[in-house]
C-alpha cells in the first residue's frame, strides 16, 4: 500500500518508508540518513500510539510536518494533538485525493484544486 500512495502523493521520486507500529517508526525516524519531510501517523497503533510518537517526536525537536489519521479521536486527543502542534488531522476512512491535497498544502506544492480559480468569470 505504501509504495502506491507514495506515487499518487509525492510521484516517481518520492521515498517512503512505512512501520509495522510507533515504536518501529520512532527507529526508523531515529535511524534515517534524512529528516523526514513528512510524518503520516495513525493514533491507533501498537505499542507507541500516535500520540506518544508525537511527543517523542517533539522532544526530538522533529522539524517536518505531521498528519494523523483517525477514525476514533476524542475530544481530549484532538486536544492533545493540538497542544502538540501537529500540522493536520485527517477523519477515516480518507480519500486519496484528500490526503494529496494536505500533502500539496503542507510541502508547498502546487495542486490543480489549490490552484483553480477561486470564482468564474462573468
Known amino acids: 500500500m505504501s509504495r502506491p500512495l507514495a506515487l499518487v502523493?509525492?510521484?516517481?521520486?518520492?521515498?517512503?518508508?512505512?512501520?509495522?507500529?510507533?515504536?518501529?517508526?520512532?527507529?526508523?525516524?531515529?535511524?534515517?540518513?534524512?529528516?523526514?519531510?513528512?510524518?503520516?501517523?495513525?493514533?491507533?497503533?501498537?505499542?507507541?500510539?500516535?500520540?506518544?510518537?508525537?511527543?517523542?517526536?517533539?522532544?526530538?525537536?522533529?522539524?517536518?510536518?505531521?498528519?494523523?489519521?483517525?477514525a476514533h479521536l476524542t475530544k481530549e486527543n484532538i486536544q492533545a494533538y493540538e497542544e502538540l502542534q501537529v500540522d493536520m488531522m485527517l477523519a477515516k476512512p480518507f480519500d486519496v485525493e484528500e490526503l494529496q491535497l494536505a500533502m500539496n498544502l503542507l510541502t508547498k506544492k502546487p495542486s490543480a484544486l489549490a490552484t483553480a480559480p477561486l470564482a468564474a468569470p462573468a
Open 9 to 70: 502523493l509525492g510521484g516517481p521520486a518520492a521515498k517512503v518508508s512505512s512501520a509495522s507500529d510507533g515504536w518501529m517508526a520512532l527507529i526508523k525516524i531515529g535511524d534515517a540518513a534524512e529528516p523526514f519531510d513528512v510524518i503520516i501517523t495513525d493514533h491507533n497503533m501498537q505499542r507507541v500510539n500516535g500520540l506518544e510518537l508525537v511527543r517523542r517526536l517533539r522532544v526530538r525537536k522533529f522539524a517536518g510536518k505531521i498528519i494523523v489519521l483517525s
